[in-house]
């Protein structure tokens, strides 16, 4: 089995628990996911399965979309609604205030990532360190946003409509947008509605991915590989240079230089493959071994 499954995950799972729930639903040991969400969010997960999985490294760069909704006056340890108080403020901003205060977090520029996040400093995650009551000096990340816009409103919290990079903390830009307006923030919902080329309103729950399992249909949903290089040019190898590719040999191919999605004469996807001066070398393989 093998190919792309969309789930649209929900809260309290976690994305690791994502993946071990489909790996007994699929009986496939070779599961991966493209995006980690946090166990308040909800949405797209993109998972890989078999020798999908191999693709992953591609589809992390994706640039991802969430709906985050912004409470104002309150900040809490882990700079979403999950985590512990630590101070609250008359909310002195409204719609016109965050409006204005906006446009400072589009582009790029520099995000400090959260001690509540899996990145490892020392060789310790620094959500370890934090359920432990201590505190490190991070390094600022590179981040782009390429789209924040206020949408609407849920109940007192405010909505917003956000395309970013890999790397993006939304909590971490909630709580910089409550710092800049003067009254603290955090976020209180959170749901990613697309990565790279892939939506949400495609996806499947746990549940529904369960019940198509055991009726014999899940490798309907699954979507080919080669989906994710859509926007790369095709060639077909003879069954010579199939031969070579599946030796992990480049072959000499009369193609412009650039990246190729490479098939077989039967049409399997066999690589990504990349053409320089005259020869066509692997750049990932896909086929079965």
């Known amino acids: 089995m093998n190919g792309i499954l969309l789930i649209d995950k929900e809260p309290d799972w976690t994305s690791n628990d994502v993946t071990a729930k489909l790996k007994g639903v699929l009986h496939e040991r070779r599961i991966g996911h493209s995006g980690t969400l946090d166990p308040m969010a909800t949405g797209l997960l993109v998972v890989f399965v078999g020798r999908a999985t191999r693709a992953v490294s591609f589809a992390e760069n994706d640039r991802k979309r969430y709906i985050a909704s912004l409470r104002l006056g309150v900040v809490t340890d882990t700079q979403d609604t999950s985590g512990t108080v630590l101070k609250s403020y008359p909310v002195t901003a409204g719609e016109k205030e965050l409006t204005e205060v906006l446009p400072r977090f589009r582009g790029e520029q520099l995000q400090l990532p959260p001690m509540?996040?899996?990145?490892?400093?020392?060789?310790?995650?620094?959500?370890?360190?934090?359920?432990?009551g201590g505190e490190v000096e991070r390094q600022p990340r590179r981040i782009c946003i390429d789209r924040l816009d206020l949408i609407g409103r849920d109940g007192e919290?405010?909505?917003?409509?956000?395309?970013?990079?890999k790397g993006t903390y939304i909590r971490t830009l909630c709580h910089d947008i409550g710092t800049a307006l003067g009254c603290g923030g955090c976020m209180s919902a959170l749901r990613r509605v697309s990565a790279g080329g892939f939506r949400v309103e495609d996806a499947v729950t746990i549940g529904e991915a369960q019940r198509m399992a055991d009726a014999g249909e899940i490798e309907q949903r699954l979507i080919p590989i080669d989906r994710l290089f859509a926007g790369t040019n095709a060639c077909t190898a003879s069954s010579e240079e199939e031969r070579r590719i599946r030796c992990g040999t480049e072959y000499p191919a009369a193609l412009p230089d650039g990246e190729y999605r490479?098939?077989?004469e039967s049409g399997a996807f066999l690589m990504l493959g990349r053409c320089e001066t005259g020869?066509?070398?692997t750049i990932k393989s896909f086929f079965e071994v």
């Open 116 to 132: 509540y996040s899996a990145i490892k400093v020392g060789g310790r995650k620094l959500y370890d360190i934090a359920r432990r």
């Open 157 to 165: 919290d405010f909505v917003l409509d956000i395309s970013c990079s």
């Open 262 to 264: 490479v098939y077989s």
């Open 279 to 281: 020869m066509m070398k």
